[in-house]
């Protein structure tokens, strides 16, 4: 097997060659969000455009710049060129930049959105670039620190080289060859980072639990399968950088001893699954994964585990009994599954983010990712912007900046001249924030103070013209579609408020059904195992906190102030179970 | 051994994974034969070593499992909440009318599978539809009512 070295200086080749060879590069956006704009139909075009003109260039399937308003995005790079991006692109304009760009050179400064280029000081005096704009300053990438999504968009997620060419599994061969688990396990406890799932437990505290036990079979637990409504960052990662997830759940076995992972997806997810397990049968391949990694005494095996159709399965408990086979449903706890997890055995379980920050904090060092962020809350965040908003994507800031720049700066506001009216953030059983509370600082726990839920990073903003007594209805219609079922104060919980939420979307309110579902809150807070059950009552607690005179006007006055509610509507949740 | 159970036996078989349990052999059979007929739910049973109820109680839990044939084309439409708030239920009103449903599922033609899914991932592209497994986002209800039209046209030609 080929060493480490000699892996590098062909990767690096290989890449010499993409970027500055004979061809010029194409690559497009082909994530879940390029997919849904049309990406085949794009690629399609751009390949039968090259094939008319007799040009060749190597066109490449490549994730998420981030930028999935502007999908699908295209990407031309002629050789030892700056990269040119092309958003919203069309089958006629797909035509259009092949003849003009790919084939003439010229680039196409009316369609383009922007260009990247290693020097930008020299790029904008480059004659070509004229009237083309750095796509740095561009509002989604100025406030930007890129550390998990360093290479999204980028490189190819099928294609390991490209990886390895930009930096990939150096912190792992520097692992294996100059330090001891134990220095691997301090670094991550240096970074002071967080577990980016939700709950924001310190990772090097976390793994401390699992290092710490001398059982001959451990497990560490990739958790993919991120069913919150707005929110799409891990299943991107996957798309748009695997290797570096795969990197990430390899040191993590390092540093605690531990010989078998999981990836844990949904099914149906076809994108991410395919490109997980691509990526792991690569790195098997370069000696990364398996027995004797790099020729040391640390052998590692990972594979990729897949549930169906159930929210509750992202759950570290349930989504052991998932990998298990069985229903998805949470276990009592303790045992902890640092004591007692996966088929019995002591377990980590870890969100995708988390574990993909890991590989930059080994090759960088924890006091340099300690040093990004606010506070204890160090490193960056991935956010997922949706809904009313001018520049929908994902986006990877510091910690430490403001809720409202991100929505008014990065996201570029409100489109159509109106007003941000809330936000709804940390998915289902996160809650709303009115627009008046949005100025806020992007910090695990000044935002736990503000009883705000960063969760796994879904930012949802919606417009005046939004009912919030509409969307706690929407949100209590999911809660209770997605309740397992094992505990009844969940269970029936979440059907008596969708119940009631349902009455008063009819304007058929009554005054006691506000402290009816108040009542209903806090028998499912302490009643239930999981934070389905606790955290459910979230998007009712805070809707009536921060809009509790548009819930009297529904039922005092029978109105629907912006007249969402008065339109009857089909509801999905009714009809179901 | 007639096909059918030959091809339970060839799913449950092809899978690679080390892990193999009732629920990863439920989804490669359904995934083989779009659903799962009353045969696999006991060949499953005998292959992991289970008994046909805990096989059932699997099955019955993931709401993406079926166990009627599936028809010719698969429409889902997302209700999560980034769709919700761009319009997801005028498109869900749209789909119904235009398959001539009042809820999900199957038209008595065999032809179209209606499924409300609760995110399809391409939340920025919302609201979001797949047909057949292909996504497709920023959908109105004019362009619902149009794909699914050419979906029963297809089907009926």
């Known amino acids: 097997m080929a060493s480490f070295e000699q892996i590098t200086e062909e990767s690096q080749r290989r890449w010499e060659e993409l970027t500055a060879g004979a061809q010029p590069w194409i690559r497009v956006g082909t994530a879940l969000c390029g997919q849904a704009a049309g990406c085949d139909d794009v690629i399609a075009a751009i390949e039968a455009a090259l094939e008319q003109k007799g040009v060749s260039a190597q066109v490449s399937r490549v994730g998420c710049l981030g930028l999935c308003f502007a999908e699908p995005l295209v990407d031309v790079q002629m050789p030892g060129g700056p990269r040119v991006f092309y958003g919203n692109v069309t089958v006629n304009t797909a035509i259009e930049i092949v003849a003009n760009h790919v084939s003439g050179g010229n680039p196409l400064p009316h369609l383009a959105l922007g260009y990247l280029a290693d020097n930008s000081a020299t790029a904008a005096d480059d004659p070509a670039l004229a009237g083309i704009p750095d796509l740095n300053q561009h509002p989604m990438r100025v406030m930007e620190n890129r550390i998990v999504l360093r290479n999204s968009g980028t490189i190819d997620p099928g294609d390991i080289h490209q990886y390895i060419a930009n930096g990939g599994y150096h912190a792992l061969n520097r692992a294996l060859t100059e330090m001891t688990p134990e220095e691997v396990l301090e670094e991550v406890k240096t970074s002071g980072l967080r577990g980016r799932g939700g709950a924001a437990f310190p990772t090097g505290v976390k793994w401390g639990f699992l290092a710490g036990s001398n059982a001959p079979q451990k497990y560490i637990l990739c958790n993919c399968e991120e069913g919150d409504p707005g929110a799409f960052n891990d299943k991107a990662i996957l798309e748009s950088d695997p290797q570096t997830l795969v990197e990430g759940i390899i040191l993590s076995g390092f540093a605690t001893g531990t010989s078998h992972a999981y990836i844990f997806v949904r099914h149906g997810h076809d994108g991410p699954i395919d490109r997980a397990r691509a990526a792991i049968i690569q790195a098997q391949e370069m000696g990364f994964l398996g027995e004797n990694i790099l020729g040391s005494d640390f052998s590692f095996h990972l594979e990729v585990a897949l549930t169906g159709d159930s929210y509750v399965a992202g759950e570290e408990s349930a989504l052991m009994e998932a990998i298990e086979g069985k229903r998805a449903m949470p276990r009592f706890r303790p045992p902890f599954p640092a004591a007692v997890g996966l088929f019995g055995k002591p377990s980590n379980i870890n969100n995708v983010k988390t574990l993909a920050y890991i590989p930059e904090i080994v090759a960088r060092g924890g006091e340099w990712f300690a040093g990004i962020g606010h506070d204890k809350s160090t490193g960056t965040v991935i956010i997922c912007l949706t809904g009313d908003l001018k520049y929908t994507g994902m986006i990877e800031v510091p910690l430490g900046v403001n809720l409202k720049d991100v929505l008014y700066q990065a996201a570029g506001g409100v489109p159509n001249g109106k007003a941000l009216k809330f936000v709804q953030t940390g998915g289902p059983l996160g809650g709303v924030l009115g627009a008046d509370n949005i100025d806020i600082v992007l910090d695990f726990d000044i935002l736990r103070t503000a009883g705000a839920i960063l969760g796994s990073g879904g930012v949802i903003a919606a417009d005046e013209d939004n009912c919030v007594v509409d969307l706690t209805r929407a949100l209590i219609a999911f809660c209770e579609y997605e309740s397992c079922g094992k505990c009844f104060p969940c269970r029936m919980g979440m059907g008596h408020l969708l119940e009631v939420l349902e009455r008063i979307c009819r304007l058929e309110g009554i005054p006691a059904d506000l402290d009816l579902m108040r009542k209903v809150g806090q028998d499912m807070q302490a009643g239930s195992l999981c934070g389905h059950g606790q955290l459910g009552f979230n998007p009712v607690s805070s809707a009536l906190r921060y809009f509790g005179d548009e819930f009297d006007t529904h039922i005092l006055d029978r109105k629907c102030p912006t007249g969402v509610c008065a339109a009857t509507r089909f509801s999905p949740a009714l009809t179901r179970r | ?157």
């Open chain 2, 1 to 157: 051994m007639d096909g059918l159970k030959r091809r339970i036996g060839d799913a449950m078989d092809s899978q690679s994974q080390s892990t193999v349990t009732v629920l990863s052999t439920l989804l490669a059979v359904q995934d083989e034969l779009g659903f799962l007929p009353k045969e696999a739910i006991e060949d499953i049973a005998v292959f992991n070593g289970s008994t046909i109820n805990d096989v059932w109680a699997v099955a019955s839990f993931y709401p993406n499992f079926r166990f009627e044939p599936p028809c010719l084309h698969q429409v889902e439409v997302c209700w999560g909440a980034s769709c919700h708030l761009v319009g997801a239920m005028p498109v869900i009103e749209a789909a119904l009318e235009a398959s001539g449903l009042e809820t999900e599922g199957d038209t008595p033609d065999g032809r179209l599978t209606l499924h409300f899914n609760t995110c399809l991932g391409a939340c920025a592209q919302a609201p979001v539809m797949a047909v057949d497994h292909h996504l497709i986002g920023r959908v109105t209800p004019d362009s619902v009512r149009a794909r699914i039209a050419v979906l029963q046209l297809d089907a009926n030609g």
